[in-house]
């Protein structure tokens, strides 16, 4: 299994700013994956980065409000952008392996005040 | 998109008592994960059913495949306060990516002793 390493574990942050998620794999993975999950609710997937290549994002989300870097094959960063009290949730990044499993970090909670 | 849903929300009961929590679609999916999520942690891989009618055993837990590949449930025997979390059923979203997942709402499952 990866081991998943996310930066910061949680924040508070005034709205209007923006605030930039890390995440860190122990090993090599072509595909890393950012979800977003609301108070109460389950796993929404923003979208996927490939490294080399500018991330995949699904529908409602967009590049300017949530842009991501995958600057190699074991990091990525998720900013959200002029943060509003509606982005306030857990941002978790995940990967996959070749056994058709999935591994999340341990996800990092924001608060928009 | 794929619906899954799951059933029911929120389920208490006490320690020894068994419980089951259900995971439905229309569609077919290729595979189905279930994940166990605690308070300020990420999601963690249970198990993986790829085979229609496929049964997967986990010490108390036995997951469950429908034979046609829309449905799957989970159930414990002789549930332990451990077992308490929200528990996730997820499918992938494309052919061409495992990490890709879609989940359901939850079933947020609490075992008092």
């Known amino acids: 299994s990866a081991v998943i390493s996310q930066k910061p574990s949680r924040d508070i942050c005034q709205r209007g700013t923006s605030l930039t998620i890390q995440c860190q794999v122990d090993s090599q993975v072509t595909m890393m994956f950012w979800y977003r999950q609301q108070p109460g609710q389950s796993l929404t997937l923003i979208a996927t980065?490939?490294?080399?290549?500018?991330?995949?994002?699904e529908s409602g989300f967009v590049i300017d409000k949530f842009p991501i870097s995958r600057p190699n094959l074991t990091f990525s960063t998720l900013t959200v952008s002029n943060m509003s009290p509606e982005d306030s949730s857990i941002y978790l990044c995940?990967?996959?392996?070749?056994?058709?499993?999935?591994?999340f970090g341990q996800g990092t909670r924001l608060t928009v005040v | 998109t794929q619906l899954l849903e799951q059933s029911p929300q929120f389920l208490s009961i006490q320690e020894g008592e068994n419980l089951t929590v259900y995971c439905n679609s229309s569609s077919v999916f290729s595979s189905l994960q279930w994940y166990r999520q605690e308070p300020g942690e990420g999601p963690v891989l249970l198990v993986t059913v790829v085979t229609g009618g496929e049964v997967k055993k986990l010490k108390r837990l036995t997951f469950q495949f429908g034979d046609a590949r829309k449905d799957s449930s989970l159930h414990i025997t002789a549930a332990q306060p451990g077992d308490t979390g929200l528990y996730l059923c997820?499918?992938?979203?494309?052919?061409?990516?495992?990490?890709?997942?879609?989940f359901g709402a939850g079933t947020q499952v609490v075992v008092t002793p």
């Open positions: 980065a490939n490294q080399g290549s500018e991330a995949t994002y």
């Open positions: 997820a499918g992938p979203m494309t052919t061409d990516s495992w990490g890709k997942l879609q």
């Open positions: 995940s990967v996959e392996n070749t056994y058709t499993e999935a591994f």
